[in-house]
């Protein structure tokens, strides 16, 4: 709990640092976490105190808080080349093998891959990188993003207007021509009566007549998550990707996987497609990529886009792009680690293996009155708190439902997220059976208890 001395480190937080994506009321009431260490799948605060972290920090600390052959890569690497670009033709021996790898691992037999800092610089640059390309080929006017509602693809101005959250408005955003279509929520959205095949085709309508209405030729790319992770862990409604994908390809629109949750084991395969079967033409790959040892995100493009975006590049000269950290060695060291780690040393093989343990937990809350659905893909999912299970009325906003749930299990050493009416969980990937059990032990305590306060 919050410490209210001028020098506690609660004080200090709230004094010089602005908090993103924080209930400030909250935040002044309960002070920060402020955390210090890690260990294994634990976090530990400047008062001591152990937490489960079932968020896996971001999503992204999949191999725990202090896996010891990450640190020694990133170590070795620090100590051998410490930082380059990879502007003017330049790059470090790391960056090459990184590349080769995520081919390798991509569902690609052949492609190219361009690196930033983050998910969302990623999504950016694939963005401008469709802009570049329709260019060259002489669509200029191809320009139009479509992606979904309820869909997160990041912050900057271009992934925040990719992004399909009210509070964007926040910012006088979307831009124009990023066009948010239905969100594959099949329990949320389904109508009445409406059987979840029949809601699939009509959002595969939605799609095609958007298509006819906007001008197939005035639209870039479609953006899709496979599972939506920051918009409540929404898997897709059965035969959600089979319905889209032909229609995008019939109009010659690619189809970029957001994998920056799902890459890297998350949903029990290596890539979220793979899991829903489908096809991208490029893939975007961030958080887990690193085991989230280092920022680094990773525009991994398909043959057929490699080429026309390289064609494009010749034509122009160059590809006008890149930040100044992009494929930074140690990044790259790090990378190929966290790949070898989550795919060789049993990560994802523990995903799949604990899969069943974790959706009989949820599924085991869910029967609770005010548990409207639990979801989920492999090790990520959520519990929906409703007022009404019947109707799906959710609770008044004012309730703070999720928020007062998570805040419980804070206090209870288990950290998870609110988002919405949800609860998410997206545990490491190196958890074991026990602290599964633990966790949903844990939040089922705090179920009841705030189920019962809010009556
Ligand atoms: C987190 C996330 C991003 C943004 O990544 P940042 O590194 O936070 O910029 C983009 N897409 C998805 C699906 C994400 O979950």
């Not at 280092?294 to 122009?316: H, N, T």
């Not at 009989?360 to 990520?380: T, V, Y």
């Not at 008044?396 to 950290?415: K, M, Q």
Request: charged share 20%; net charge negative; glycine share 10%.
């Amino acid at each position: 709990m919050r410490d209210d001395a001028p020098n506690s480190w609660e004080s200090r937080a709230d004094a010089h640092s602005l908090y993103g994506f924080t209930d400030l009321p909250t935040i002044h009431d309960r002070g920060a976490v402020v955390l210090t260490h890690g260990q294994g799948p634990y976090v530990f605060d400047v008062h001591g105190r152990r937490y489960f972290d079932a968020n896996s920090g971001l999503w992204n600390m999949v191999a725990g808080f202090d896996h010891p052959g990450l640190i020694a890569a990133a170590q070795a690497q620090y100590a051998r080349f410490p930082g380059y670009h990879a502007f003017f033709g330049r790059m470090s021996d790391q960056t090459v093998m990184l590349s080769e790898k995520l081919i390798e691992v991509s569902p690609f037999d052949r492609g190219r891959v361009f690196y930033t800092n983050s998910g969302s610089e990623a999504n950016d640059t694939m963005v401008k990188a469709l802009w570049f390309m329709h260019a060259a080929e002489g669509n200029p006017q191809r320009r139009k993003i479509l992606t979904r509602v309820n869909a997160y693809h990041g912050v900057t101005a271009v992934s925040a207007s990719m992004t399909g959250k009210p509070y964007n408005a926040a910012f006088g955003l979307p831009l124009p021509g990023f066009l948010h279509l239905g969100c594959p929520h099949y329990w949320r959205f389904g109508r009445p009566g409406e059987s979840e095949a029949e809601f699939t085709t009509r959002l595969g309508r939605e799609l095609e007549a958007t298509i006819i209405k906007e001008g197939a030729d005035t639209i870039a790319g479609f953006f899709a998550e496979p599972v939506m992770g920051a918009g409540g862990v929404i898997p897709p409604s059965a035969g959600y990707f089979q319905t889209i994908a032909p229609i995008l390809r019939k109009y010659g629109i690619p189809l970029i996987s957001d994998e920056v949750i799902c890459g890297f084991g998350r949903t029990g395969s290596t890539w979220g497609c793979e899991s829903y079967g489908f096809m991208p033409d490029a893939i975007i790959s961030s958080k887990n990529i690193t085991a989230g040892f280092f920022p680094m995100g990773a525009v991994i493009l398909g043959p057929e886009l490699s080429d026309r975006i390289q064609a494009a590049s010749e034509l122009f000269e160059e590809f006008p792009h890149g930040f100044t950290a992009s494929g930074h060695p140690v990044g790259c060291a790090i990378a190929l680690k966290a790949i070898d780690v989550v795919m060789n040393e049993g990560l994802i093989d523990n995903v799949r293996a604990l899969t069943p343990r974790f959706e009989a937990g949820l599924a085991r809350l869910a029967e609770h009155p005010n548990i409207g659905e639990w979801r989920g893909k492999g090790l990520m999912g959520a519990l929906e708190a409703v007022q009404d299970k019947e109707t799906k009325t959710p609770f008044p906003g004012h309730l703070s439902v999720s928020e007062r749930i998570a805040n419980t299990c804070t206090d209870h050493g288990l950290i998870c997220r609110p988002l919405g009416q949800s609860i998410v969980l997206c545990p490491p990937f190196i958890t074991t059976p026990a602290q599964i059990d633990e966790m949903f032990e844990k939040l089922e305590a705090a179920l009841k208890k705030v189920f019962t306060e809010v009556g």
